[in-house]
């Protein structure tokens, strides 16, 4: 079946890393991804990662990912304020076009 | 911002109504994508439609339908409106061969 699963709080102090995870039971998704939801907001991609793949970085963002566990992780490094929102993890599974399934999605809190 | 625009913002009304949810993809984007938000379902993919035609189908109910129009941009119409449809409808449209999905603003249904 399809299901992604993320823990639904994180609280960090500013200036840690943030390391937010999320796994799936698709073994046929193609992409993963990361998309973030401020207050009031749309969703803003933030990064993907395609399944073959096991690491991508972007500045502060780094994706690791397990094909093996089908688990998905994203590291934000020093930590912001501005970066408190709802982060969302999604795959898309493999020939049903560009259907994204998406997690709960993650709180993350930082902290002054 | 995305370059998705959604048009209402915010609407409000009764069960039974029926109603009309705008969306113009960005530039140059042949596929759109319909999404509903809500607290108790999460988001949930509802339909694609790629260069006028249906692509990939999610959990849509048949009270709700899809077109997208020669000129690209895209309705959602909800029809026999009940409380529960209350969520915020999200639309969000991708490149040819492209992975990246980018999300509108949205728009607030409130059904009372």
């Known amino acids: 079946g399809e299901d992604v699963e993320q823990s639904l709080f994180l609280s960090v102090r500013e200036g840690d890393s943030s390391v937010i995870n999320c796994t799936y039971t698709?073994?046929?998704?193609?992409?993963l991804y990361w998309y973030k939801q401020e207050p009031g907001a749309g969703l803003q991609l933030l990064t993907y990662i395609f399944s073959n793949m096991d690491m991508k970085q972007d500045q502060r963002l780094t994706v690791l990912l397990n094909k093996k566990d089908k688990h998905l992780s994203l590291r934000i490094a020093d930590t912001q304020t501005g970066d408190s929102a709802i982060y969302f993890c999604?795959?898309?599974?493999?020939?049903?076009?560009?259907?994204?399934?998406f997690g709960q999605g993650t709180e993350l809190s930082v902290k002054p | 911002d995305s370059g998705v625009t959604q048009t209402p913002k915010h609407l409000i009304t009764a069960t039974g109504q029926r109603v009309t949810l705008r969306c113009s993809p960005r530039?140059?984007?042949?596929?759109v994508y319909w999404y509903q938000q809500s607290l108790d379902q999460g988001l949930q993919f509802l339909i694609q439609y790629y260069n006028g035609e249906e692509r990939a189908k999610g959990n849509i109910l048949e009270r709700f339908s899809a077109q997208q129009f020669p000129d690209l941009h895209s309705e959602l119409n909800l029809s026999s409106l009940e409380l529960g449809d209350s969520a915020l409808y999200f639309c969000a449209s991708s490149a040819p061969s492209r992975d990246e999905q980018f999300f509108g603003p949205g728009t607030r249904l409130t059904v009372l």
């Open positions: 999604a795959e898309r599974p493999y020939n049903q076009g560009g259907k994204l399934i």
């Open positions: 698709d073994s046929s998704s193609t992409y």
């Open positions: 530039s140059g984007d042949l596929s």
